[in-house]
T-cell receptor, first 110, second 113 residues
């Protein structure tokens, strides 16, 4: 059975303090690994898809990386507007459903 | 592009009543997904459709839940009868070919009292 575990559950950073969020996964044949951002009261917003180990993608202060067992979301010099819950999900070759982790709640203080 | 549109945004109903949630996917998207989100269990897939045909409904909790997609621009999720444990936020999402990032709607917050 596919499993996605995110850590930490919650993270508090000061503005400018870089850090990383972790997503560990087990899946029988990875089609893709997805990162989403979710703000309170809203639906998840797509950030990245990674397809193979060694792949990296960047968007503003965010950089996602992928290995065969885990993915990291690196946040460089975060700002308060980066505060949100970040969700990781895997898609197996056997279908098109996304299996989500429970997320990391990030708070960036000024 | 108006995105994925869900209605209603909020629904409060009494136990035993029928509830119908609605979703309009993005035009041209051929996959549609229904998810449920709770604090305890996170985001769980309920069912998904490809070209209006249900492909995987293994996440539908029980016979009280049913979903339909009569055409490419409309889907419904029905709960009958509703129970307090059905209280959650229900999201609809759509995708092109199923392999790119889904676009989620704003969700329907359901409260069953």
């Amino acid at each position: 059975e596919d499993q996605v575990t995110q850590s930490p559950e919650a993270l508090r950073l000061q503005e400018g303090e870089s850090s990383s969020l972790n997503c560990s996964y087990t899946v029988s044949g990875l089609r893709g690994l997805f990162w989403y951002r979710q703000d309170p009261g809203k639906g998840p917003e797509f950030l990245f898809t990674l397809y193979s180990a060694g792949e990296e993608k960047e968007k503003e202060r965010l950089k996602a990386t992928l290995t065969k067992k885990e993915s990291f979301l690196h946040i460089t010099a975060p700002k308060p507007e980066d505060s949100a819950t970040y969700l990781c999900a895997v898609q197996a070759n056997s279908g098109y459903a996304l299996n989500f982790g429970k997320g990391t709640s990030l708070l960036v203080t000024p | 592009d108006a995105g994925v549109i869900q209605s209603p945004r909020h629904e409060v109903t009494e136990m035993g009543q029928e509830v119908t949630l609605r979703c309009k996917p993005i035009s041209g998207h051929d996959y549609l997904f229904w998810y449920r989100q709770t604090m305890m269990r996170g985001l769980e897939l309920l069912i998904y459709f490809n070209n209006n045909v249900p492909i995987d409904d293994s996440g539908m909790p029980e016979d009280r839940f049913s979903a339909k997609m009569p055409n490419a621009s409309f889907s419904t999720l029905k709960i009958q009868p509703s129970e307090p444990r059905d209280s959650a936020v229900y999201f609809c999402a759509s995708s092109i070919s199923g392999t790119y990032g889904y676009t989620f709607g704003s969700g329907t917050r359901l409260t069953v009292v």
